[in-house]
T-cell receptor
Framework: GENVEQHPSTLSVQEGDSAVIKCTYS??????FPWYKQELGKRPQLIID?????GEKKDQRIAVTLNKTAKHFSLHITETQPEDSAVYFC????????????FGTGTRLAVRP | GAVVSQHPSRVICKSGTSVKIECRSL??????MFWYRQFPKQSLMLMAT?????????EQGVEKDKFLINHASLTLSTLTVTSAHPEDSSFYIC????????????FGEGSWLTVV
């Protein structure tokens, strides 16, 4: 089955700086890669996603890049704000298996004011 | 947008009892739903795939007789934790997606289970 690794496990940045979180996956059949932000005790919130036919996607301060050959994808947050502080999870899915997601281990991001 | 609702949001039960958690898709039909478990400060781990009208598919290491899943309609899946023990205390969350390859996956609000 799919295995998703995520680094770093914790990340502390100064407000206004950029944050980068990286994930690798093992199953070359995976073709959908969402990123979620989760606050304590709440459901994961989709912040951005990318499909395997695209190498990069951007939405305001958030961008995701995908390297299919290397089987890794990254989340980039620019101009970080204190409200960006949360736990972020990457995930991978192969649509032929339905909408089953394999999650990374999570990154706790702290943005210092 | 599409909504997935989960109930109860919090439940406390005694050891040895069973507790049922419901997951509903409110404005779309879901032939498949997914149940995840999340221990504190850990990631979401898939427990099982709930299939409408047929048996659930369990991930390796998940006891099907302990975590009973019923998906009797296209909008409702239930997870029953049987003979609960303190180590079953966790955050349980379901997900579902409308049909189609490019549709967003929606998560329920999650259910905190505490077994005392």
């Amino acid at each position: 089955g799919e295995n998703v690794e995520q680094h770093p496990s914790t990340l502390s940045v100064q407000e206004g700086d950029s944050a980068v979180i990286k994930c690798t996956y093992s199953d070359s059949a995976s073709n959908y890669f969402p990123w979620y932000k989760q606050e304590l005790g709440k459901r994961p919130q989709l912040i951005i996603d990318i499909r395997s036919n695209v190498g990069e996607k951007k939405d305001q301060r958030i961008a995701v890049t995908l390297n299919k050959t290397a089987k890794h994808f990254s989340l980039h947050i620019t101009e970080t704000q204190p409200e960006d502080s949360a736990v972020y999870f990457c995930a991978a899915s192969e649509k032929s298996s339905g909408d089953k997601l394999t999650f990374g281990t999570g990154t706790r991001l702290a943005v210092r004011p | 947008g599409a909504v997935v609702s989960q109930h109860p949001s919090r439940v406390i039960c005694k050891s040895g009892t069973s507790v049922k958690i419901e997951c509903r898709s409110l404005d779309f039909q879901a032939t498949t739903m997914f149940w995840y478990r999340q221990f504190p400060k850990q990631s979401l781990m898939l427990m099982a795939t709930s299939n409408e009208g047929s048996k659930a598919t369990y991930e390796q290491g998940v006891e099907k007789d302990k975590f009973l899943i019923n998906h009797a309609s296209l909008t409702l899946s239930t997870l029953t934790v049987t003979s609960a023990h303190p180590e079953d205390s966790s955050f349980y969350i379901c997900s579902a997606a409308p049909g189609g390859r490019r549709n967003t996956i929606y998560f329920g609000e999650g259910s905190w289970l505490t077994v005392v």
